[in-house]
């Protein structure tokens, strides 16, 4: 049976890692390639590449550090950030991505969603949505989370499934970098909704919040997360063993 | 020399590099004079089947290939590349494949759990048949490593071609071979150090 993936984001600027509570305050914390490769020893079963500052300042990604990443690992490569156009698609895909993650840039124009889906497939486009909690209400955010749509975001997601996107990353502002565990009251709102892998992220503090992530919700693909990961606070190997302790199905 | 047939169907850039990560010579191209040199043969895709095969006929490859697999050249095709080999495909209509291995594409709707989702995505533990010696790909590795698969459709009615399986929900076709002709409908070269050494293996035949 198929089992449950763990997968680091390395969240990138400027060619380096960083990784901010609640998107703010970002602090350089180490080498893209490096990392990655560290990861994979380590038993990641894949990687999300975001290149977190590119929607905002409209830059694209730097294609020789997933170049370079791509070369020296041969898990699954998610690539995020700066996506706008079919030609960003193309870039990234052609530096190694296995699959291309958009979230402003589908707000902006949903209609790349359709138009990814029909020329790369649609397990090469992942809809990435940031989301919080305004007035009781599950909202999209833009912009890493700088920029309120007034979208609902459950609506806003099931329609990028509708048009071809083949997996959700659900990114909560509520609990990101806040370390008390994922937040499973959205999640489960979204895995009720779409009939795709939805990956976890946002509030993974300690090895137990992703065994309460895939207990309580079976329906969760994969739980995601960066700084834990980074400063060393969860180590993957010992995270994927104590997860196959907990009868969860992981790859060891 | 192992030759990647381009024939403009999905990401090379990842399958070039595991060749290197191995230590393995390995060429992207689509001259066939490069193909007929070569000491084996990678096919590989991603995307819909009817677009590839057109694709691959149009570039005149799928000529190129057969003629090279009765040399006795060992060909491995990967997810696409592995569907493209069989007798023929049902994915959106009825088409030809290579008919080089026994069986056919078909939809894994109807056959798997409604419950589970579709396209089967993720790292899943292949499955030896009891019936079959191991296949000389898997000489590296152990029955329940697990690989990385994303696929709507699998093979099916592939008799006693199949080396593994995968189950979700049901017994997914994992991998094939007839005779000098493998596939594998997971990607090599996206799972981790078990991917290298079947790849490695591959340029051992």
């Excluded at chain 2, 048949?129 to 994303?150: L, M, Q, T, W």
Aim: glycine share 12%; proline share 3%.
């Amino acid at each position: 049976m198929i089992t449950k993936r763990i997968i680091p984001c390395l969240d990138v600027r400027n060619g380096r890692v960083v990784k901010g509570t609640n998107f703010e305050n970002l602090g350089d914390v180490n080498d893209p390639v490096a990392l990655a490769s560290y990861y994979s020893g380590a038993g990641a079963d894949e990687l999300v590449f975001y290149d977190i500052t590119a929607s905002a300042e409209g830059r694209g990604l730097f294609t020789d550090i997933l170049k370079k990443t791509a070369s020296t690992i041969f898990i699954p490569l998610t690539v995020g950030g700066g996506i706008n156009t079919l030609e960003d698609f193309d870039r990234v895909l052609k530096c190694g991505a296995d699959k291309v993650s958009v979230n402003s840039g589908a707000i902006r124009n949903p209609d790349l969603i359709g138009q990814a889906a029909k020329k790369y497939g649609d397990q090469c486009v992942v809809i990435s949505a940031d989301v919080k909690r305004v007035d009781g209400r599950f909202t999209v955010f833009a912009k890493g989370g700088r920029e309120n749509t007034g979208m609902e975001a459950i609506g806003w997601i099931k329609r990028c499934v509708d048009m071809g996107a083949g997996e959700v990353v659900l990114n909560s502002i509520d609990t990101d970098g806040v370390k008390n565990g994922f937040d499973l009251e959205m999640l489960d709102a979204v895995c009720n909704a779409v009939s795709v892998p939805v990956i976890a992220s946002g509030g993974a503090g300690r090895a137990e919040d992703f065994i309460t992530l895939f207990q309580t919700l079976p329906k969760v693909d994969a739980g995601l997360a960066a700084s834990i990961f980074h400063f060393g606070e969860v180590n993957i190997a010992e995270l994927k063993r104590l997860l196959a302790q907990n009868g969860v199905n992981v790859r060891l | 020399m192992t030759a990647i047939i381009d024939y403009g169907v999905g990401n090379l850039f990842s399958l070039k590099s595991s060749f290197a990560a191995i230590g393995a010579d390995a060429v992207v191209t689509s001259d066939p004079a490069v193909i007929n040199d070569s000491d084996r043969i990678i096919l590989p895709g991603v995307g819909a089947f009817a677009d590839a095969a057109k694709k691959l006929r149009d570039a005149g490859l799928d000529s190129v290939l057969k003629a090279q697999v009765k040399t006795g050249k060992p060909l491995l095709g990967i997810c696409l590349g592995m569907q493209m080999l069989f007798e023929k495909s049902c994915e959106y209509g009825e088409h030809d494949g290579l008919g080089l291995v026994q069986g056919s594409v078909v939809p894994m709707q109807g056959v798997i759990p409604a419950a589970l989702k579709i396209p089967h995505i993720g790292w899943n533990a292949l499955i030896f048949p009891a019936d079959r010696p191991r296949s000389e790909i898997y000489k590296y590795i152990n029955e329940g490593d697990c690989v990385y698969f994303v696929h709507s459709f699998y093979g099916a009615d592939c008799g006693d071609a199949v080396t593994a399986y995968a189950e979700y929900g049901a017994l997914l076709t994992a991998s094939v071979q007839n005779g000098n002709v493998y596939g594998t409908q997971f990607h090599p070269e996206k799972s981790g150090d078990v991917g290298l050494k079947i790849l490695k293996a591959f340029t051992e035949i």
